[in-house]
């Protein structure tokens, strides 16, 4: 059974403060993702990697950034906190083989003050 | 980029009744279409999903149907119950290869079933 796991579900931060979001999946995916989640809104993806060490930019990277330093592992970073960041934020894995279904973790509500 | 659309953003039915939700996507190279369910305060997670060399899927109480010249797709839940209340999300991907599996989603249908 897979499983996607985020580090924290609720998180408050201060405005200009580094933020840190770790993901961690244990099906051995290549590929994970980085979605923030506002009402109206759906899901927007944030960036993505394929590998360790390499990451595409999806569709709203502005203030943010990634690493995957390993495969199983996916951070997302805010370098400096502002209150439009305030979001859910929902990573997710899929693998190369076997099922398109993308796995979702339970996600991080995060709120900056 | 691929671009979906999805209505209503807001749905209420009776139980029993069926509900519908529809999206359309824009570029014709998407292949797979999934429809995820979000209860409140948990994960989405797929419920049906459908390639674009089929026509209509079914399992169960939830069935999907794809129109690939018209370019929508569409989910259709039958005899609704309460606890299919949930948010629903469609999503287009135009697979694993060049788009490594990336979903480019609706932006939800609040579906809510009164007892």
């Known amino acids: 059974d897979v499983k996607v796991t985020q580090s924290s579900r609720y998180l408050v931060k201060r405005t200009g403060e580094k933020v840190f979001l770790e993901c961690v999946q244990d099906m051995d995916h290549e590929n994970m993702f980085w979605y923030r989640q506002d009402p109206g809104l759906g899901l927007r993806l944030i960036y993505f990697?394929?590998?360790?060490?390499?990451?595409e930019k999806g569709d709203i990277p502005e203030g943010y950034s990634v690493s995957r330093e390993k495969k199983e592992r996916f951070s997302l970073i805010l370098e400096s906190a502002s209150t439009n960041q305030t979001s859910m934020y929902l990573c997710?894995?899929?693998?190369?083989?076997?099922?398109?279904?993308?796995?979702f973790g339970p996600g991080t509500r995060l709120t900056v003050l | 980029g691929e671009n979906v659309e999805q209505h209503p953003s807001t749905l209420s039915v009776q139980e029993g009744d069926s509900a519908v939700i529809k999206c359309t996507y824009s570029d014709s190279a998407s292949n797979y279409f999934p429809w995820y369910k979000q209860e409140l305060g948990k994960r989405p997670q797929l419920i049906i999903d459908?390639?674009?060399?089929?026509g209509e899927k079914k399992d169960q109480r939830i069935a999907v149907t794809l129109n690939k010249t018209a370019k929508h797709f569409s989910l259709h839940i039958t005899e609704t119950q309460p606890e299919d209340s949930a948010v629903y999300f469609c999503?287009?991907?135009?697979?694993?290869?060049?788009?490594?599996?990336?979903?480019?989603f609706g932006r939800g249908t609040q579906l809510t079933v009164w007892p």
């Open positions: 459908i390639r674009s060399n089929v």
């Open positions: 990697s394929y590998d360790v060490k390499m990451k």
């Open positions: 999503a287009a991907s135009m697979g694993r290869g060049s788009t490594l599996g990336r979903l480019y």
């Open positions: 997710a894995s899929i693998g190369l083989q076997g099922s398109d279904e993308q796995f």
